[in-house]
């Protein structure tokens, strides 16, 4: 059986990517490795991330054949090198394996296993082919590991070349495929073949998304492996979220809170651990926004004067204006979500500025709360993996907020009417101007009328 790994570049966007005209927009930010020597004053290694979003022209528009290549598919990627030549990967928590666009690369110096494997990611991309072994470089590691080699595949998104997995190894098909063969050992991800490599390196790694306020998008971030940069290191003082589930990064949310109005509850699921009014929440660097559950995004949007519910696509769209007040509860510690982030914005086929929810609505089968980017850029978060490799502990996330909710309130008109001007003079747009509203609602969701019928059946939320 093929695992559906959280990623949703494209799904919860598409159609408002759609909208989108052509752009290229690369902005270079340090992707950091902090040295770990703790004395040491050595030069941090550092290597290039960059945001890969590249829009489509206005020809695409209605072209579903190949909806991820779309602009809005704003992911984080970082660079690695597989037999000295380098690839831009993105970086996905919600899956485990990597593979790499070979597309005109030379795999001569590889050794094939002579077995296959693929992926079926939950945008319905799919990146299938050959496992190799070779040697990977990731920052200062350089160790031989497995990927899938899947020249032509539909899941990259725009100037990737390919994706690196960072969740746990009983996640991964490359792990299930070797297993048992001689080459097994290559097969356990990446990072477990990085961790193995130097049993002194600390099993976590760390990420902090960062945002371009100009558009409200991706703007790299820094990734660490077994280090905590120094001005965050109060991370290592948060709650330890233990994990809950055993091949995804899922913690339990207590609830949220909107302008001031705790609610929790309506879990569909029941684990161990998990107490009254508990949710699960998978914390996916690879999905661009975050699905929720319905009954969330009602009271998060629902009342918001001027929203409009997009059903086919589960979002609202919303007033710009649109200034929420909302956190997310970890084991009692408030965790704000920045306005900007609450409220997406981007840019229709005519040129006029939409701004809609930047939470959509969205069911799977692995958790109530897929959330992505417009989650983690609010936080600096440690995922320890515990016993996904082969130490006793329970795997654990930690949570920094690094959102203040009185200053995001404060300064949102002004960061709002900046992503505004940034966007509406944008003017290297290659769309013929037309048939915006025709564009608006095919966002190509995953949540079908089966799902909005189980989500109307979840017990009711406590709203206190
Ligand atoms: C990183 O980006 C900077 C600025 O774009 C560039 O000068 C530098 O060569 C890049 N470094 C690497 C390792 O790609
Ligand atoms: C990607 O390609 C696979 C076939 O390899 C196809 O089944 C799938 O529908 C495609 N997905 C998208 C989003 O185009
Ligand atoms: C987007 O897709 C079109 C055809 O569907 C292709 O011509 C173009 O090269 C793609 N762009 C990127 C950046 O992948
Ligand atoms: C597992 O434990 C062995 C022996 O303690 C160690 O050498 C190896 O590096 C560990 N592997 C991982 C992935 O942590
Ligand atoms: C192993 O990791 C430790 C801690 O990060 C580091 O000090 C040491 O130099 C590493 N050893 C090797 C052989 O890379
Ligand atoms: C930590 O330091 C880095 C680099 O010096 C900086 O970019 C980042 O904003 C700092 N983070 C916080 C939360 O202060
Ligand atoms: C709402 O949640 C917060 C935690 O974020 C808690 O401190 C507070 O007591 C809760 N209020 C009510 C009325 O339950
Ligand atoms: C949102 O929070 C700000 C302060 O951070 C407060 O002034 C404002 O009244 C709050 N709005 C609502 C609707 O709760
Ligand atoms: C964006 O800015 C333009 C020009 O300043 C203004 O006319 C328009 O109403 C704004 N759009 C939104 C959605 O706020």
Redesign the pocket.
Known sequence: MIPRPARLVAASLASLALLGSSRVHAISVQFTRVSSSSSSSSTPETFNISDAQKDQDGSDVFDYTNSNNVSGSDIYVASLSVAGQEFVVQLDTGSSDLWIDTSGVDLSGLTATGLETGLTYGDDTVAQGPVYVGEITFGDFTVDSAFISAPGTNATTNNDKGLLGVGPPQLSSIFQTLSGTPYESFGMTLLGNVFASNSSVPQYTTFTLSRSFATGKTDGGVFTVGEVPSNLSTVLNAPKLNVVSDDRWIVLL??I?VNGR?VSGGSSFEVSGQTTGQTLANLDTGTSLAQIPQDYAEVMYGSVPGAQFVRSSGIYILPCSTNLNV?F?FS???YPVHPIDTVAATRDDSGNVVCYSGFAIGEDNSEDWLLGDSFLRNVFALYDYGSFFNESSTPYIQLLSTTDADEAYAEFDSLSAQRNQTLSSDTSSGSSGSSSSAALPAVRSRLGPAAIAVAAVVAGLCL?
């Open positions: 207590d609830g809170v705790n956190s509860v009692g510690v408030e206190l």
